[in-house]
């Protein structure tokens, strides 16, 4: 099993999950982000006020995966969130050792 | 095979037959007091059997030891997976070793049985004593009833310990049961209208019933010193609601702990469908869905709830010194009609309720101190609510009440209570879809009504936050021209999710126009409110795209169209979030919705000199063609080569006045138009473009010793200029002398064909006026902008405001040669903030010019600064 986390940019998030329903991954945890990379912060005056963002807001995705998929998904994402833009995001893979449904306590590839 | 190992076995078998039996009746459409009666009973019978092995033969035996039932127990009230709180009670400290091992033994087989058991072991004595870090002890043994062992040494306990217990440490009791239920409120957002509410913990819920039954309880047994009559505890007035609501709930419980088998007491989406379908604690009302059967469930929370709070406020006014002084201070604030006591609302004269104006103003005065109706109030109100219906008030005279009552800090608990008497829906019934109701996602954690409350609630909160997103969304709201549309429209922004369908926007849209109707709304206001009820989710979708991407910034602000409205849709949507569940106002979504909203801000100040063409494609320039077919050459003379942001600005009743005032021109060169708007005043001058003249109508305007707060200056193609300048009267010239209009009118007529000469005028008025300490200091920001505008060089200049300062700002342009193509003015507090757009010689000034201006300004502005 495999991890993957992808951090994307916000307005990619319902192309993203679009495209990964598509691909038959219903499941997913969403978390609201903030970093950047190459990609520097942002500053706006208001007022006479300077208000600088250095961290972007981002979303993770974070999905846990069969390795016979992880390829397919890593497709659907970068495919679907790049802009060819500085700030697109970044893709993660980790291994998994197991995985365990809480209801039934199903494990393995089955319990995702 | 002993005794007890027997016994064991045919009371597992007796507790699950009988259980059995309980669970069949139930399904069968039993009750659920029945239910919780005979499991009380069972149980007891099991405990008996149990002594009579275990502890003594004779069950009023032994000596010095008896077992008590407590709490829910104690009161009867065993659910289906209820705990059984029992007490082993004995006489003295020694005795404890003895019987040690007979307790464990007897716990021992209540739990072989299956039976959760919250037992305690305690002498007379102990019992008698008030411990902080276990109140809920002394709590529990209110409801202590005998049932096996020393029956006299369980009269001491009941007659003598527990009296004398309430009787020494009411106080206590009474202050700590408020602190354990108020922060058990807090812990479920301290509001009944939960989604999947928990009918034991939740607001409302059977522990609220039990909480009032306590005080009322502690109450009378420090003044009887005795155990007073049951019965006549709670409030005759809401004893009958009452008690139909213990019904339902108990009948509710029972359900639930049958259903998922264990001690839950979520109300979840999938039990309320089955509780519908069943009618369940409901045989005898028409329930058609899961919404039906909630609503009654609502009621019957909510009338649970409003008396628990009730003896929460009153109860503990009696004993505390502070609480007393607190409440002596409310008094204060009575009034010929209502008076206030121990921080409830009476009215003076009952019967003045007749008159709806009345009942309005008392939810006015709510609104405003904060404070709860008393019992006798809210039941005068039901019983002037038949008649009222007939005739409900409506029109300007209830807008006039309901825009102030929006306006006031505690204007959502106003509202709660309106609508829990019913009041609310009979005064705009465009709400009464959305009483009570459960729309089912899962974000939302209250029902419709109650979260637009909360929305307005968030709002009044954040004065008084001190968080740093809180201070810059308050900063917004304090700048709010006209904020009770902003409350309307959260009021109204979800009306429509009672209504079928998906898209709930266009059905609040519908009820917004009726409701507009019914209060007879002026125009642009109806508009406004109409804007943001549609356009409520406007900003949530952009936030979801990139708030740093000047096009979505660009397309969105574009669809705002003005910065008013930007700031109440900026509002609007933080109060919408935050209402949806305590955790959904991140600081990621607050930080977003910030930059989306400054990013916006600037772009409609920057962008404002894109010019109207008479055949723009254009929905409002297409509806003023409708409007006046016959003026229609006039029209697009009037509006060719004006600014967009001139339509965005002005309604269409103002368009046509405009255009017609710029007609007569030919007969009179100054068109001047002065009307009183609100709080303030609106004067309009249409004339052709000339050197200096947004500087001198705004020094005459000083002169005269108004405030401008706010200003706009555009020119259309033909070099007519639409100047409205919006100001305060500081010493009521105008509004104590009605021929001063005219003659305001004619000063300024003067001072724009040079027949008088504005300098001398302000230079007598600012030598008159004493100059007063200013309590924050703004200190003079210049800044110069060519990128925005094709036409225009972009000046901001944010600076102290002070009488004369546009004069002064305006008269340093024009002396640097200088056109003011567009002024967007705004006063924020001690702020002035200038927005605009200049050219020299018909193109944007160059880098030499903008020096000088900028060498004059701050020379002008602020003569202390260095440069």
């Not at chain 2, 965005?648 to 710029?662: I, K, N, T, Y």
């Not at chain 2, 010689?841 to 160059?846: E, M, R």
Request: aromatic content about 8%; overall charge negative.
């Amino acid at each position: 099993m495999t991890k993957v986390e992808a951090i994307i940019q916000v307005s990619k998030l319902d192309v993203v999950k679009d495209a990964l329903h598509e691909i038959g991954v219903e499941g997913m945890t969403v978390f609201e982000a903030r970093g950047h990379g190459r990609q520097k912060g942002h500053t706006e005056f208001y007022r006479g006020r300077e208000y600088t963002v250095d961290l972007i807001p981002k979303v993770k995705l974070e999905i846990v995966l069969a390795d016979d998929m992880v390829e397919k998904v890593v497709k659907a994402i970068t495919t679907a969130s790049r802009t060819g833009k500085i700030g697109d995001g970044k893709i993660f893979l980790s291994r998994i050792d197991d995985a365990i449904r809480i209801r039934n306590e199903e494990r393995g590839d089955g319990a995702l | 095979m002993n005794t007890v190992a027997i016994a064991s076995s045919e009371l597992r078998d007796l507790y699950a037959r009988e259980s059995a039996r309980i669970q069949q009746e139930f399904s069968s459409g039993g009750e659920g007091s029945v239910a919780v009666a005979r499991r009380t009973a069972v149980v007891e019978s099991i405990l008996l059997r149990l002594w009579s092995e275990i502890i003594s033969a004779d069950l009023e035996g032994p000596e010095d030891f008896a077992l008590v039932a407590t709490g829910g127990f104690g009161r009867g009230w065993l659910f289906p997976h209820s705990d059984i709180d029992l007490l082993f009670l004995h006489s003295a400290g020694g005795s404890e070793e003895a019987l040690k091992d007979s307790i464990r033994r007897f716990s021992q087989e209540l739990w072989d049985l299956r039976l959760k058991l919250s037992p305690a072991t305690r002498t007379l004595a102990e019992c008698e004593r008030f411990d902080p870090g276990n109140v809920e002890f002394a709590i529990s043994l209110l409801d202590c009833r005998y049932l096996a062992g020393d029956r006299d040494l369980f009269s001491r306990l009941r007659e003598k310990a527990v009296p004398r217990l309430v009787s020494r440490e009411c106080q206590n009791l009474i202050q700590n049961l408020g602190e354990i239920t108020r922060s058990r409120h807090h812990k479920f957002g301290n509001t009944v209208f939960h989604l999947e509410p928990n009918v034991k913990d939740g607001p409302g819920g059977l522990r609220d019933y039990n909480v009032a039954y306590w005080l009322a309880l502690i109450s009378a047994m420090e003044k009887l010193r005795m155990w007073p009559d049951p019965k006549t505890l709670l409030p005759v007035s809401s004893r009958r609601a009452l008690d139909a609501a213990l019904d339902f709930q108990m009948s509710t419980r029972c359900f639930l702990h049958f259903r998922h088998g264990r001690h839950d007491n979520t109300l979840t989406w999938e039990a309320q469908d089955e509780a519908a379908l069943r009618k369940i604690g409901a045989s005898d009302t028409e329930i058609a869905n899961a919404a039906d059967w909630m609503r009654l469930y609502f009621g019957h929370a909510r009338a649970v709830h409003r008396v628990s709070a009730q003896l929460l406020e009153e109860i503990p006014a009696a004993w505390s010194s502070v609480y007393r002084q607190f409440q002596s201070w409310r008094s204060r604030v009575s009034t010929p009609d209502f008076s206030v006591v121990d921080g409830m609302i009476f009215v003076q004269k009952p019967d003045s309720l007749q008159d709806p104006e009345m009942l309005l103003r008392l939810f006015h005065f709510m609104a405003e101190q904060g404070l709860k109706l008393s019992t006798t109030t809210e039941y005068k109100i039901e019983q002037v609510l038949p008649s009222l219906a007939s005739t409900p008030p409506r029109g300007a005279e209830l807008w006039l009440y309901l825009q102030e009552t929006l306006a006031q800090p505690h204007a959502a608990d106003a509202l709660r209570a309106m609508n829990a008497l019913r009041l609310l829906p009979l005064l705009l019934p465009e709400l009464k879809g959305i009483e009570a109701l459960v729309v089912r996602d899962f974000y939302h954690r209250y029902t419709v009504d109650e979260h637009s409350f909360l929305a307005i609630e968030h709002l009044h909160r954040l004065k008084e936050s001190k968080t740093e997103w809180d201070r810059r969304f308050a900063g917004l709201l304090e700048e709010l021209e006209q904020p009770a549309l902003l409350y309307l429209a959260l009021l109204l922004h979800d009306s429509g999710k009672a209504a079928p369908g998906e898209n709930h926007v266009d059905a609040s849209l519908q009820f917004t126009e009726t409701c507009a109707d019914r209060l007879d709304l002026d125009p642009a206001d109806r508009e406004t409110v109409r804007y943001l009820v549609q356009s409520h989710l406007e900003m949530s979708a952009a936030m979801r795209r990139d708030v740093f991407d000047p096009a979505n910034v660009k397309s969105f602000a574009e669809k705002v169209g003005v910065p008013e409205r930007l700031k109440m849709l900026c509002l609007l949507t933080y109060a919408d979030i935050k209402a949806v569940n305590p955790e959904a106002m991140t600081p990621w979504k607050a930080d977003s919705l910030w930059q989306l909203y400054i990013a916006s801000a600037n772009y409609l100040n920057r962008s404002a000199d894109e010019r109207l063409h008479a055949d723009d494609n254009n929905s409002t320039l297409a509806h003023l063609r409708s409007l006046a077919p016959v003026a229609g050459k006039k029209i697009n003379n009037f509006l060719e080569g004006l600014p967009q942001r001139y339509l965005r600005m002005h309604g269409v009743s103002d368009v046509l006045a405009h255009a017609e005032m710029a007609a007569q021109l030919g007969n009179d060169s100054v068109q001047l138009s002065l009307k009183q708007v609100r709080h303030w005043y609106e004067l309009t001058l249409i004339t052709t473009d000339r050197p200096f003249l947004f500087a001198s109508v705004s020094g005459a305007l000083a002169a005269w010793g108004m405030n401008i707060v706010k200003a706009n200056a555009f020119s259309n193609g033909a070099g007519v200029v639409v100047d409205t300048f919006f100001f305060t009267d500081r010493f009521r010239t105008l509004e104590l002398n009605i021929p001063e209009w005219e003659r305001l009118k004619q000063s300024i007529a003067a001072v724009i064909t040079g027949k008088a000469d504005v300098s001398r005028m302000l230079q007598d008025r600012l030598r008159s006026e004493k100059t007063n300490g200013t309590k924050v200091r703004v200190a003079t920001q210049i800044e110069f902008d060519d990128a925005c505008s094709a036409h225009s060089t972009l000046l901001q200049v944010l600076t102290q405001d002070r009488p004369g300062l546009l004069y002064k700002m305006c008269s340093q342009i024009s002396k640097q040669g200088c056109n003011i193509e567009i002024a967007l003015i705004e006063t924020e507090g001690q702020m002035a903030i200038d927005v605009l757009y200049l050219t020299a010689n018909g193109a944007k000034l160059g880098p030499e010019r903008q020096a000088a201006l900028d060498r004059a300004l701050r020379d002008g502005l602020d003569p202390k600064a260095t440069h």
